[in-house]
């Protein structure tokens, strides 16, 4: 990990991937938003990358890269990846989709699985029909 004054000293340089299977790993170091022309502003993780020590910014403004990072929520100090997984399929009258994936390594996750329906089962017998019905 480099220092603050180290960090003070240089400022991110934007990652922008350009081939599918490109991949940024490392710690997140900051994370901020920026206000859009197109509408809600979008995050920007900064990542101190593990292959070369540099911090990179990744502008998660792509509809799959700022839905990745509202579902993940990455915060400072916890390790990720995220891989350029190229363009995807248009859908008619939109533009192709920018893929990518995030992935945040935290340590024992509690995964609540509330609200997915399932049957609940019980230790209850149904009563058993009554026949001294006076019908």
Same mark, same amino acid.
């Given at each position: !990990?480099?220092?603050?004054?180290?960090?003070?000293?240089?400022? #991110?340089?934007?990652?922008?991937? @350009?081939?599918?299977?490109?991949?940024?790993?490392?710690?997140?170091?900051?994370?901020?938003?920026?206000?859009?022309?197109? $509408?809600? #502003?979008? *995050?920007?993780?900064?990542?101190?990358?593990?292959?070369?020590?540099?911090?990179?910014?990744?502008?998660?403004? +792509?509809? !799959?890269?700022? +839905?990745?990072?509202?579902?993940? %929520?990455?915060?400072?100090?916890?390790?990720?990846?995220?891989?350029?997984? $190229?363009?995807?399929?248009? %859908? #008619?009258? !939109? +533009?192709?989709?920018?893929?990518?994936?995030?992935?945040?390594?935290?340590?024992? %996750?509690?995964?609540?699985? $509330?609200?997915?329906?399932?049957?609940?089962?019980?230790?209850? @017998? =149904? *009563?058993? =029909?009554?026949?001294?019905? #006076?019908?």
């Amino acid at each position: !990990m480099t220092s603050i004054e180290q960090r003070l000293d240089s400022f #991110p340089e934007a990652w922008k991937p @350009t081939e599918a299977g490109e991949k940024l790993i490392g710690e997140v170091t900051d994370v901020d938003l920026r206000e859009s022309e197109y $509408g809600d #502003p979008y *995050p920007i993780l900064t990542v101190l990358s593990e292959k070369d020590g540099v911090e990179y910014a990744w502008h998660a403004f +792509n509809t !799959m890269a700022r +839905n990745a990072v509202a579902k993940k %929520q990455p915060q400072i100090g916890e390790r990720v990846g995220i891989v350029y997984a $190229g363009i995807g399929e248009a %859908q #008619p009258g !939109m +533009n192709a989709p920018k893929r990518w994936r995030l992935i945040v390594e935290r340590p024992k %996750q509690h995964v609540d699985y $509330g609200g997915i329906a399932a049957e609940e089962e019980t230790d209850e @017998t =149904p *009563p058993e =029909p009554d026949d001294d019905i #006076p019908f």
